[in-house]
């Protein structure tokens, strides 16, 4: 397969029309941390971004930066957090779930769609995307979108692109939205809760006045090992339910007392304070129990997101049935199952129960087997498929970029 290697926006417009000329569709690639994502593709080359790497702009005081798609997500991580700063989205790191060396690009983070444990307070990605320039299936340049939070130039055709996976755009420079740091951080760990009670729980503290900012749940397991950050809350031979609530430390403990002693039906609550809070999220945000490289790191991981009050009973459903372990982000509206190795990953029994649910689920770790005959994204009604093959077909009518990622039938 060629790689082609692009020094600026212009080398994309004419990589992507010389495809076009000889259909042959391109995979688009940063630093290929989630290539094992979707389904197998059906291209002839690879579209390598990864020298767009430069920071064009910073600009602290007016909480933005613009950067190009192939910049390193942790230098960029790196560079705000130097001013405090962050993004409030948390991305989410894949690199110890599938095994890969590298936490990727700033397009592949935006291309994925990925938000973290804030996602319940702050939003996902695309609220925090502002402007794009980008190089269509058509090979044109174009920009969407623009360098303020507030900005009124029409359709916000940037945010289309996240979740996309590469399939509509080349995205070659990006600006993005940066919030302060809070100053401190709390976190009040429950034990010892199934997952019903859980849940329950996640969704008193949710629903209390004490801003809570990520609820999530790690359930007793005798399968997976330790994990650092969670195994000093005795996971996992013991559940752990995790609240946490940020702001000026004053504020950030005194609501932790506060909801802790809300939240005293559920049994007593230990406060974790700053670093060994911010260790045990990292841990549940990157989906360290089910690490490539530990004990659950050959079975199939579903990411599936449906109703926050639907969760315990999904999730108690899909471990009970498969003999699989699951974990819960967002108050219950994230659940992450990994379930034992199957031909199909147990598509058919996920997808039938997450719909009845009211949600979708995305088998994000599988071989390229099984990724080749099961569906890698959720099925979508008629409807809503009819229209987002409307949207494809006007960016990318020629299907060069990314052929077949997020379509079985697009491979062919």
Known sequence: MDTLKIRNAADVEQAVRAAIADQQPLEILGHGSRRLIGQPMATNAVLDLSALNAVTSYEPNELIITVEAGAPLSDVMSLIDSKNQQF??????????????????????IGAGFAGPRRIQAGGVRDHLLGAHAVSGFGDSFKAGGKVVKNVTGYDLCKLLAGSWGTLAVMTEVTLKVMPRPESERTLALRGLDDLAANRAMTAALGSPFDVSAAGHVPASGLRGEVKGLEALGSPRQAVTLLRLEGITASATHRAAALAQALSPFGPAEI??????????????????????????????????????????????????????????????????????????????????????????????APEEVRRNVDVFHPQARGLADLAERVRASFDPGRILNRGRMNRAGAA
């Not at 095994?99 to 592949?108: C, L, R, V």
């Not at 990157?286 to 315990?312: Q, Y």
């Open 88 to 109: 409030a989205f948390e991305p989410v790191d894949t690199a110890t779930l599938l095994g890969t060396a590298e936490t990727g690009t700033i397009g592949g983070m």
């Open 272 to 365: 974790l304070e700053d670093a060994v809070s911010a260790h045990a999220w990292r841990s549940l945000r990157d989906v360290e129990p089910f690490a490539a490289a530990g004990a659950l790191g050959a079975w199939p991981v579903w990411r599936i997101v449906c109703p926050p009050a639907s969760g315990g009973a999904l999730g108690l459903a899909l471990a009970g049935e498969s003999g699989g372990e699951v974990i819960y982000d967002w108050g219950g509206g994230l659940i992450w199952a990994a379930l034992p190795p199957q031909t199909d990953a147990h598509a058919g029994q996920v997808r039938r129960r997450v719909s009845d649910a009211g949600g979708h689920a995305t088998l994000l770790r």
